[in-house]
């Protein structure tokens, strides 16, 4: 207690230093914990919209469609397949089921007047896709896609880009399971503008009953399952116990984040990044306890002998430095937790808005609109415990020379 | 004599029926595979050094693209010569195509959506460029009728594609020039029998060993509006010796 009280007293002695190291590790823990929140923010949204739009929580589908798809490929129509009903079982019977829908995905040129683009066609049985998928949420005209309609529906960048209006004309080309050029046409029944930029431009929804006649595959053929189950957490270990079931067929289980391996890689990357700046922070403020230890001691190195001669060993005068470091860290993470609680507090709230800031779809995120904070208890916890361990790590050394000192030395110091 | 007149009748309508019924309908003898085995011997090239231009008329523009190609068999390689694209190369080796771009020098492989795209912008698409085999080997053949294109009479026949076939569109009505064995009109079908694309030959030339090739072709896409691609033959010369290695990827580079 004693060393504590001077310690405290030590580190209000020279409060401008004392205030300029804290605001130095205040300013890491504030871009820490901020962008810790923006980029748990962004991959919370990113994984919402591709679950909700894109991939569920769960797809089950033929290995060989995969990993065309993953490469870039035309999808392939011969790698598609009957569900057999085992699988519907295995996959009514998994852990916080919701829902099943199957998809018969192919790829395409969209054809309007003049113009062409290349599209992702997404046959869906209209009965189930709603209890998978969000899309029709996000109708902005028109209706969604019905069983038998030879109707279509698209995203409104698609829409703005080929000029169409509900009740347009247009025409998918294709090549069937047998490689010959085949059609479909027919209206433009709807048109959606959801949060996830690509399901605007590049995707077409039509009805699978309808689709399938034209593309040379048997008439309950599909190209995935995908499985809507009650959370995130459970659709891992249910993707997982689904994958052993059907371990020794043809067909692969995928969870959402192993369907969105980039989104996932770009997590990774997002967060060494922070950790970086973290660090180049960190260090900043570490060499800034480093000269305040050094400078103190040089300022008390009369204190010091005198302490010395006192009786002090040196292990207490450096726990007098260490505490002194720690209390500087404490000052700093307390300050900076502060400030970006209410930063955050703004963040978590209002959000900030994406398209002002930042092109998220040429970054390849799935996400457009709003973007908002996140609060994460475990990296203020995280933040506020490593700001003080590396205000004590920097102050070792430099406490251990200045308790080092000589107390003759030290007292004659002038 | 009215026994013979029945056995007369009854042959008579048999040969009839078993033309007719087997699509070999005789049409001066021919049938409708012999009819394009000829067209194949006057239009597919087995060796040949051709220049070329591709008028693309698309949106009220006109944009006029030149080249040379070295033709054999199923591999070509093709250099495009107007200022704009100049250097630009595609190489086709049987069913594979790649592009050679001189300003970024850089290969491209033509593959997935693009093979459905139109060469260079034009109504000819890669997937067509690919299909360079002779017609009799990838389609079966059916005579439907006789017509006349601008005044001369041509054989009307439907080509279905042979199952296995690694061919684009299903079904192809070609219009056969009775004379000359080359095709004056064609059109391409989807599956579900839409008509895809229109192909008209405006000029055809009588070459050395008497054999006829269209030098002038009009391609038009039926699915894009106001489009279509003249093909303009302006030399070729056949069984050309093409030096070995000429179409490579060695060479492209």
Request: glycine share 8%; hydrophobic share 45%; aromatic share 12%.
């Amino acid at each position: 207690m004693y060393l504590f009280k001077i310690a405290a007293r030590n580190l209000f002695r020279r409060k401008k230093r004392m205030f300029i190291i804290s605001s130095i590790l205040a300013l890491a823990v504030i871009t820490f914990l901020l962008i810790d929140s923006f980029m748990i923010g962004m991959m919370d949204l990113s994984f919402g919209n591709v679950i909700d739009f894109e991939t569920p929580h769960i797809e089950i589908g033929r290995e060989e469609f995969f990993i065309q798809a993953d490469d870039g490929q035309e999808l392939p129509l011969e790698e598609t397949f009957i569900p057999e009903k085992y699988m519907l079982e295995e996959i009514k019977a998994s852990d916080g089921f919701l829902a099943v829908t199957p998809v018969l995905d192919f790829s395409a040129s969209f054809i309007a007047g003049r113009e062409e683009f290349p599209v992702l066609v997404r046959s869906i049985e209209t009965d189930s896709f709603g209890g998978v998928f969000k899309n029709e949420d996000y109708l902005v005209e028109g209706e969604f896609v019905e069983a038998g309609d030879s109707g279509v529906v698209i995203g409104n960048q698609m829409a703005e880009f080929f000029d169409l209006e509900i009740g347009d004309f247009y025409t998918l080309r294709f090549q069937d399971k047998n490689g010959y050029f085949s059609t479909i046409e027919g209206e433009v029944r709807g048109i959606t503008t959801t949060p996830h930029p690509q399901m605007n431009m590049g995707v077409v929804f039509v009805a699978r009953d309808y689709a399938v006649s034209r593309l040379g595959v048997e008439e309950d053929n599909i190209s995935q399952l995908m499985v809507r189950v009650e959370n995130r957490d459970l659709a891992l270990s249910s993707a997982q116990s689904l994958a052993n079931k059907f371990k020794n067929t043809d067909y692969q289980v995928r969870s959402y984040r192993d369907a969105s391996e980039m989104l996932v890689s770009l997590e990774a990357w997002g967060y060494l990044e922070t950790y970086f700046i973290l660090a180049l922070i960190l260090i900043v403020g570490a060499i800034g306890i480093i000269n305040t230890i050094v400078l103190s001691a040089l300022e008390r190195i009369e204190e010091i002998g005198m302490m010395k001669a006192m009786g002090l060993k040196v292990n207490q005068i450096v726990r007098v430095f260490l505490l002194e470091a720690a209390g500087i860290g404490v000052i700093g993470g307390l300050v900076g937790c502060i400030i970006s609680a209410l930063i955050n507090h703004f963040f978590v709230n209002y959000g900030l808005d994406l398209d002002l800031y930042l092109d998220a779809e040429s970054m390849g995120l799935p996400i457009s609109g709003r973007l908002y904070g996140v609060w994460n208890a475990s990296s203020f916890l995280l933040i506020f415990i490593l700001v003080i361990l590396i205000a004590l790590i920097a102050s070792i050394i430099p406490s251990y020379w200045a308790a080092r000192k000589d107390p003759v030395d030290a007292i004659h110091h002038r | 004599m009215r026994k013979k007149l029945w056995y007369l009748l009854l042959i008579g309508g048999l040969i009839l029926f078993i033309g007719v019924s087997s699509n070999f309908v005789l049409a001066e003898g021919l049938t409708a595979t012999e009819i394009m085995e000829r067209v194949d011997d006057n239009e597919y090239i087995e060796s040949a050094r051709m220049e070329a231009k591709m008028i693309i008329e698309d949106r009220g523009r006109k944009r006029v693209n030149e080249f040379y190609s070295y033709l054999q068999g199923e591999n070509s390689l093709s250099e495009f010569t107007n200022p704009r694209d100049r250097g630009t190369r595609y190489l086709k080796l049987g069913n594979d195509l790649w592009m050679y771009f001189p300003a970024a020098e850089d290969l491209v492989s033509i593959s997935g959506h693009m093979m459905r795209d139109g060469m260079m912008g034009s109504d000819f698409s890669y997937e067509d460029s690919v299909e360079s085999q002779q017609l009799s080997e990838l389609y079966h053949f059916e005579l439907k009728g006789e017509e006349i294109i601008n005044g001369g009479e041509t054989y009307v026949i439907l080509a279905t594609a042979r199952e296995g076939e690694d061919v684009s569109y299903y079904q192809r009505k070609i219009w056969v020039d009775q004379e000359r064995f080359v095709m004056l009109r064609g059109e391409y079908f989807s599956t579900s029998g839409r008509l895809l694309k229109e192909m008209e030959v405006k000029e055809v030339q009588e070459f050395r060993d008497g054999r006829y090739f269209p030098i002038e072709v009009v391609m038009n896409d039926k699915l894009r509006q106001g489009s279509r691609t003249t093909m303009k033959v302006t030399e070729i010369d056949f069984d050309y010796d093409i030096p070995e290695g000429k179409i490579s990827l060695e060479t492209l580079n």
